[in-house]
């Protein structure tokens, strides 16, 4: 596929759509869990993906298949599962921000795992965005609820050890990737949930207008941003595309505000700033 040295337009507003979505996933995630439990939740939308996306896909090979199963218990079960465990008693964009984590720990674990170099570039990025979150965690509204922090921190932690098992599985397409792994992930959470949630059909019948609306915004949400973010992947480069994810715990501040009516300081914008911007250097040295 030919990858399109200029960005246009449309692929702006694609990116800007998929940020958009991202971030509004915080918001849905924290209205569906009044009801809902997190793991219950989690399987719901991985079941859903998988089953709605697997007919366009052909079936793996047995080997590739073991290793999906075992990238599904990092990326998604331990990933999606700690981090809705974590959202449950924190604010939404706070938990946005400190998610961002996921890229300097995947440079990190990359780093010492798969001997991958980190320039002077990277090191001062990783600094600035630890010293980013660490600001946002000592914030009054997020730091009586170290659980919390602990929970996103191990779901971020997850997240960079899923993709050094995606970098040694290239023989498997994104796409197959992510429908098998939502497919056993959901399933492994399932089974998680019944062993450790209650009442969870009890609950999923008896949904309010607005949990059933959380629900269905945050399945389509999360299906529509990531097709449409794979597809301006493959005909973009990453350094075109990459720094618009950025925006994503922008966008979750402002949501949470307006339909969480969460608190937004000016130290937590300071530490949303600070961390954006290690971010921002740690993406920008490894695209180079």
Same mark, same amino acid.
């Given at each position: 596929?030919?990858?399109?040295?200029?960005?246009?337009?449309?692929?702006?507003?694609?990116?800007?759509?998929?940020?958009?979505?991202?971030?509004?996933?915080?918001?849905?995630?924290?209205?569906?869990?009044?009801?809902?439990?997190?793991?219950?939740?989690?399987?719901?939308?991985?079941?859903?993906?998988?089953?709605?996306?697997?007919?366009?896909?052909?079936?793996?090979?047995?080997?590739?298949?073991?290793?999906?199963?075992?990238?599904?218990?990092?990326?998604?079960?331990?990933?999606?599962?700690?981090?809705?465990?974590?959202?449950?008693?924190?604010?939404?964009?706070?938990?946005?921000?400190?998610?961002? /984590?996921? %890229?300097?720990? +995947?440079?990190?674990? @990359? *780093?010492?795992? !798969?001997?991958?170099?980190? =320039? &002077?570039?990277?090191?001062?990025?990783?600094?600035?965005?630890?010293?980013?979150?660490?600001?946002?965690?000592?914030?009054?509204?997020?730091?009586?609820?170290?659980?919390?922090?602990?929970?996103?921190?191990?779901?971020?932690?997850?997240?960079?050890?899923?993709? /050094?098992? %995606?970098?040694? +599985?290239?023989?498997? @397409? *994104?796409?197959? !990737?992510?429908?098998?792994? =939502? &497919?056993?992930?959901?399933?492994?959470?399932?089974?998680?949930?019944?062993?450790?949630?209650?009442?969870?059909?009890?609950?999923?019948?008896?949904?309010?207008?607005?949990?059933?609306?959380?629900?269905?915004?945050?399945?389509?949400?999360?299906?529509?941003?990531? /097709?449409?973010?794979?597809?301006?992947?493959?005909?973009?480069?990453?350094?075109?595309?990459?720094?618009? =994810? &950025?925006?994503?715990?922008?966008?979750?501040?402002?949501?949470?505000?307006?339909?969480?009516?969460?608190?937004?300081?000016?130290?937590?914008?300071?530490?949303?700033?600070?961390?954006?911007?290690?971010?921002?250097?740690?993406?920008?040295?490894?695209?180079?």
């Amino acid at each position: 596929m030919n990858v399109s040295k200029n960005i246009n337009l449309t692929a702006i507003l694609a990116a800007l759509l998929c940020a958009i979505m991202w971030g509004s996933n915080f918001v849905t995630v924290k209205l569906a869990l009044v009801q809902l439990t997190p793991l219950f939740l989690t399987s719901i939308r991985l079941m859903f993906v998988s089953c709605f996306l697997i007919w366009f896909i052909k079936v793996p090979s047995r080997a590739a298949l073991i290793n999906l199963l075992w990238i599904s218990i990092t990326f998604y079960t331990i990933n999606f599962g700690l981090v809705n465990l974590g959202i449950m008693h924190t604010d939404a964009g706070l938990a946005s921000i400190i998610i961002q /984590l996921e %890229v300097p720990l +995947a440079t990190i674990l @990359g *780093a010492i795992f !798969l001997k991958e170099h980190i =320039s &002077l570039r990277q090191a001062i990025g990783l600094i600035i965005a630890f010293v980013g979150v660490i600001l946002v965690a000592y914030t009054p509204t997020i730091s009586g609820h170290l659980t919390s922090i602990l929970l996103l921190l191990g779901g971020a932690v997850a997240y960079g050890v899923s993709i /050094l098992q %995606v970098k040694q +599985a290239r023989e498997v @397409g *994104a796409l197959t !990737l992510v429908v098998y792994c =939502s &497919l056993f992930g959901g399933l492994q959470l399932l089974l998680l949930s019944f062993l450790l949630e209650h009442n969870q059909w009890h609950s999923l019948l008896q949904m309010n207008f607005t949990t059933e609306f959380s629900l269905i915004t945050y399945i389509f949400m999360g299906t529509s941003a990531f /097709l449409i973010w794979t597809r301006l992947i493959h005909i973009h480069y990453l350094n075109q595309i990459m720094p618009f =994810s &950025l925006l994503v715990p922008v966008f979750a501040m402002v949501f949470g505000r307006i339909f969480l009516n969460e608190m937004i300081t000016s130290q937590i914008i300071l530490g949303a700033v600070i961390t954006i911007l290690g971010i921002t250097l740690v993406t920008v040295s490894k695209q180079s």
